[in-house]
């Protein structure tokens, strides 16, 4: 009897819904719970629904919706997020006690389209979760089926971009998050975003389709290596959009700038030289440079463009030059217009070396040196040469030549459109514009000094040795010894002069104190007018 009634009270502890139901679940009685939903990021930088403040992955934002399936059931429910949980949009309910796999995706649309991405990124996401059960609410970790294209403009014109478009698949298809297809090969619009400072576009696209196509602004471009996105990941391609931009020296603590190159060193004050090995073109943005040996070194057979931009950058050398070239090259100094650019020169400021410049050519034992050329610009020049030394240079041309019987020959020197003070400091016998001292037996001969639509000061103060050996402010330094001395002619157009010299006893344009053979052949012009083969000063 005792064993009969614990039987009885064994069965009676049964539920009604075990006996009822068995393995199966009543209806809408056990709902599909979530108990977080993530986007995972695996360690690298992804794609996503609205990206992340720092760009590493996706959040979900208030209103996404995704679409999520019980494995074995046909049907499909929805969750919403409310800008704080999901939310049950189509609720889900269990229908048996065994485990299950759970898959979510979103969006629940099968075709996306990703042309115009410029307002917010396209998104393809996929959860799966093994071996859920009813009894333990779901944790669900998004990955990303897309992958994310990020392109970084760099250069001089980075700031000018104001859009870029890739070339991939403009739509793709999906079913459930799996089995990403896309179609119609065109141009994406990306989507402009800034993370850590730093300026790029965004885009998702079809993993698998090689992209090698850009275009930033209206310029279309092809990378030098196309890419092959992978579903997940970002990759990072930086696109140079101008000139490439050095902000500071190379390892062996000076720029070195090579043939064919087109840069701009932007932002940078140190001691670090520019040395230009062949033809180039170097900008100045923001430049202060002070060093013991020349500021600008150009080798021989270089063709070099210095680009001012700009009103803050200086070149100063305490023993050497500013700016010096040496055999079969020339000079170029241009700007954005003499009230937009302004480059500072002081040479030798502590008077340490001799034949240097501020602008132009260290002139060797002979040889053949090319055009200086300074338009649309503001340069100011100084020249210290206190030391006393008959071999000093100009502020503007050439440097001293000594005691050698080497011929040499110069071109041009031409000034346009600019604004420039070129003073020559101390006991020198250096022209402000024009020549050095040129106490050589070899011969010396130039083209012409061309100024025009300009505003020039020049101060020619120095002398050496003693007085009335002076130099003129625009054409010849002192010349000397018996070696011949020629220039072509000296051009004088539509420009202001303000010009100094020591105490009037020489020529303000023209010839400084010869005691040489010195010749200006065609003679000197001012606004096509004939003034003498020899000096002129100007009222």
Not at 66 to 80: C, D, E, P, Q, T
Not at 258 to 279: E, L, M
Request: charged share 15%.
């Amino acid at each position: 009897m005792c064993g009969a009634a614990a039987a009885l009270l064994l069965f009676s502890s049964c539920s009604n819904e075990e006996l009822t139901y068995g393995n199966s679940l009543p209806d809408g009685e056990y709902p599909l719970e979530l108990s977080a939903v993530v986007v995972n990021s695996d360690g690298e930088v992804q794609s996503r629904v609205a990206e992340n403040a720092d760009g590493s992955g996706s959040v979900f934002t208030t209103d996404d919706v995704f679409s999520i399936k019980i494995a074995n059931s046909h049907i499909v429910g929805s969750f919403k997020y409310n800008g704080a949980e999901f939310e049950a949009v189509t609720p889900l309910y269990w229908e048996t006690k065994n485990t299950a796999t759970i898959t979510a995706w979103y969006p629940a649309e099968t075709s996306v389209s990703l042309s115009d991405q410029s307002s917010g990124l396209a998104y393809v996401m996929l959860a799966t979760v093994t071996d859920a059960s009813y009894l333990n609410p779901v944790v669900l970790g998004f990955n990303h089926k897309l992958a994310k294209i990020r392109i970084v403009p760099s250069g001089s014109d980075a700031d000018k971009v104001t859009a870029v478009k890739i070339k991939s698949y403009t739509s793709c298809s999906h079913t459930m998050g799996e089995n990403v297809s896309g179609s119609s090969e065109g141009w994406i619009e990306m989507k402009q975003t800034t993370y850590g400072g730093e300026k790029c576009w965004e885009a998702n696209v079809v993993p698998g389709f090689a992209i090698s196509a850009f275009m930033v602004n209206t310029t279309e471009g092809t990378l030098n290596s196309s890419v092959t996105p992978v579903a997940g990941k970002i990759h990072k391609i930086a696109i140079a959009v101008g000139k490439p931009v050095l902000t500071g020296p190379n390892d062996n603590g000076q720029f070195t700038i090579n043939a064919g190159d087109d840069v701009v060193i932007r932002d940078y004050n140190g001691t670090a030289p520019i040395v230009v090995n062949g033809a180039a073109t170097v900008a100045l943005e923001n430049v202060h440079i002070s060093s013991d040996g020349s500021c600008v070194q150009i080798s021989n057979n270089s063709n070099v463009t210095i680009e001012v931009v700009g009103k803050n950058n200086s070149l100063t050398s305490s023993t050497g030059s500013g700016i010096v070239g040496n055999q079969n090259s020339s000079i170029t100094i241009t700007g954005g217009g003499s009230d937009n650019s302004k480059l500072t020169i002081v040479a030798n400021q502590n008077n340490g070396s001799d034949r240097t410049v501020g602008v132009g050519f260290y002139l060797d034992r002979g040889g053949n040196y090319g055009d200086i050329t300074i338009e649309n610009v503001e340069l100011d020049v100084t020249s210290c040469n206190s030391s006393g030394l008959s071999d000093s240079g100009a502020a503007i041309g050439y440097s001293a030549t000594y005691s050698w019987s080497g011929a040499v020959r110069c071109g041009n020197l031409m000034i346009s459109n600019s604004k420039v003070k070129a003073v020559i400091t101390g006991k020198s016998g250096a022209a402000s514009i024009g020549t050095g001292n040129l106490n050589t037996k070899g011969d010396f001969s130039m083209g012409d000094i061309i100024i025009s639509n300009s505003d020039i000061t020049a101060v020619a103060t120095a002398q050496y040795s003693w007085k009335g050996n002076n130099a003129s402010c625009i054409g010849f330094g002192v010349t000397e010894d018996t070696g011949t001395k020629t220039m072509n002619k000296i051009e004088i157009n539509s420009t202001t002069l303000n010009l100094t010299t020591q105490d009037n006893l020489n020529y303000k344009v023209g010839k400084g104190r010869t005691y040489s053979t010195t010749t200006i052949t065609e003679g000197i012009f001012v606004d096509g007018v004939f003034k003498s083969s020899d000096g002129w000063n100007p009222e």
